[in-house]
């Protein structure tokens, strides 16, 4: 990254678009969030900008976050693909998996329709064994016929997801070969999931296949747009790539936007020395939730996306439709809060632009936590009196005050949070209580303490930046490719010969588009990860290892690892189930210390505020920006920034760093 223009990390949410841009050689620093433009993301990164007073001529590097891909899978507004399989196996997206996705209602259809309907499925006469052995070589007749087929469809995206083209990809590559002189779009399974399970392997290609017309439009244009800037992408894996590489594998962006917030959690983390993090992003729209132990945020391989399987690398966020524009409902089993939000657009009541539907915002606004003397953002004056409006008839239906009803829905948003760092904790066999939490993201901090004492957690981070925190973490996210390859061999039955064969194939895949940026091999540094398992088992373990490979080492970490996790582990046989590995450039971005001089904080104003329904507290507010370095505040307390509200009730205390970081504790500890 060069030092001499700007480096500006962008990140386009569901309600809001974060800007951070930092200038190395003076040390200047930018923040700046302006509303999303839901149907123009492009035009949400010009007013982001435009609004730092940025031209793209100033700027050196764009890292951009970005939630085109999701919304367009989540929204069904995906392209029309044909699917090419192995004869005899067309029709695998409709057999899938035996499980319902909603096991107690019998009168919902069991799965999502699948996304290639028969019309459009294509046969090849074609075989490969699941050692890689060709069966049956398809022959040019054969593959012609498919392109033939194929564009009589009328569409311009094909996936091809060939049986066992994870043990060889030869067949796979030929028709893919012979698909790209006639379509502009061509999604291969062996590339964008060389794994075992026929099922999953085959959606994600299908998946990838219906997003690359969307993405390559929007890349291009971003492209044209912030010319003269070099543009990267964040994707999935808590890293950013080119846009060709990501063009060509569009769905690796499907998590691009939380994805950066991990990132910059996974830098505040090592930086501070803290082995165990919880993060809690708590947005406009969402909640996102993930683990980070060492410094390195968790990795998942199986997820799904708007009930489609997605498998490939992508941090293990947990989220949840629980943000602070989400809408409060009253029904037959109490208050619920999301998964509709209000948006940006008209957004909370307390917003005052037209929203009367209630919000978790406009529970913040009856309980005093937002200062209505203030402008969110210098742009949002805010409507108490609206916000107690729209909270009114669901306070009435419960026969309680507004402000009763107002600390209810922060317990249920708060217990829904739990159930989720739950979900990333004791499911990984950690003990959350031994973590730190740290919170961002625009209501995350407002939330924070709360949570944390529902938890159990004693020890609080609100970071520099938290209002703009996954934009920070486009700035600070090393350039990187990730890939994951069946393995499957076994303790007892190595072949060293044919592992060391596919690490050096897929060592030399990855490090090809760094090559192509100009990084030499002595820059990149290469992360290995190998999945293991019992004979039999399911699912693996995921173990960290080093080249040479030490197979006895191997066994020990992770027999170690499936005790941490299940509480046992046997001398039995294992076998390497896949291969990850991770090819990266580090990014070395720095920021100064605030260094704000000051003997002790000073309040801006005091205002009620209500922490329990029997009386207010008259809670001193103060300006985040004019912190010194080394001041303790006792909650109550509020703390302030353009975007963002910290809470810090009754029994904590706040305290800052020289590095403009806010940690919360409990007083008892």
Known sequence: MSESGWQVGIDIGGTFTDLVALLPSTGD??????????????????????????????????????????????????????????????????????????????????????????????????????????????????????????????????AVSLLHAYANADHERAVGAALAKAFPFVSLSHQVNPETREFERTATTVLNASVMPIA?????????????????????????????????????????????????????????????????????????VCLILNGAAEISTDSKLAGRPVRQPMVAVESIGAGGGSLVTLGTGGLSIGPQSAGAEPGPAAYGRGGTRATVTDANAVLGYLDPAKRLGGAIALDVAAAEAALAPLAARLGVGIVELALGVQRVANAAMVRALARVTVERGVDGRQCTLLAFGGAGPMHAVGLAREFGIAEIVVPRFSSGFSALGCI????????????????????????????????????????????????????????????????????????????????????????????????????????????????????????????????????????????????????????????????????EDAWSTIVVPPGYTLSSDAMGHLWIREDAR
């Not at 890689?132 to 094909?158: C, H, K, L, N, Y």
């Not at 192509?516 to 019992?534: C, F, K, P």
Request: with cysteine; proline share 6%.
């Open 216 to 288: 390559a439009r929007y890349l291009d244009r971003l492209q044209r747009e912030v010319k003269g800037a070099r543009l990267h992408v964040m994707h999935s894996a808590g890293g950013m790539a080119s846009p060709d590489a990501a063009a060509r594998r569009p769905l690796s962006m499907a998590l691009s936007g939380p994805a950066a917030g991990i990132s910059a959690a996974a830098s505040v983390a090592a930086s501070l020395g803290l082995e165990k993090v919880l993060t809690f992003d708590m947005g406009g729209t969402t909640t996102d």
């Open 476 to 639: 600070v996210a090393d350039m990187s490719y990730t890939q994951q390859q069946s393995v499957r061999m076994l303790s007892t039955g190595w072949d060293a010969t044919r592992f060391a064969a596919l690490h050096d194939d897929m060592l030399a895949a990855l490090m090809a588009p760094l090559h192509s940026h100009g990084h030499g091999a002595d820059e990149i540094d290469v992360e290995r990860t190998a999945l293991v398992r019992y004979v039999g088992q399911s699912y693996a373990v995921e173990v960290p290892f080093a080249q040479p490979l030490d197979l006895d080492r191997l066994g020990r970490d992770f027999r170690q690892r499936h005790h941490e996790i299940y509480g046992y582990a046997t001398e039995e046989h294992w076998e390497m189930q896949s291969l990850r590995m991770c090819a990266l450039v580090a990014r070395r971005t720095t920021f100064g210390p605030l260094g704000i001089p000051g003997e002790g904080a000073v309040p801006t104003s005091v205002n009620p505020c209500w922490f329990e329904p029997a009386a207010p507290h008259q809670t001193p507010r103060y300006d985040r920006d004019r912190l010194p370095t080394g001041a303790r505040i006792a909650g109550p307390a509020i703390v």
């Open 29 to 158: 620093v930018r923040s700046i969030k302006v509303p999303t433009q839901r149907n123009d993301p492009v035009a949400s990164i010009r007013a982001a900008l435009a609004a730092a007073d940025l031209s793209a001529e100033s700027v050196d590097d764009l890292v951009h976050g970005t939630t085109l891909v999701t919304n367009a899978i989540v929204e069904d507004r995906v392209e029309p693909v044909a699917l090419v399989a192995t004869e005899g196996f067309e029709d695998v997206l409709d057999i899938g998996r035996a499980g319902r996705q909603h096991l107690y209602r019998l009168d919902l259809p069991p799965r999502r329709e699948a996304q290639v309907p028969p019309e459009r499925r294509i046969a090849l006469a074609e075989r490969v064994d699941f050692t890689g052995a060709a069966v049956r070589i398809p022959d040019t007749a054969a593959i012609d016929a498919v392109v033939t087929q194929a564009q009589a469809m009328g569409i311009e995206s094909i």
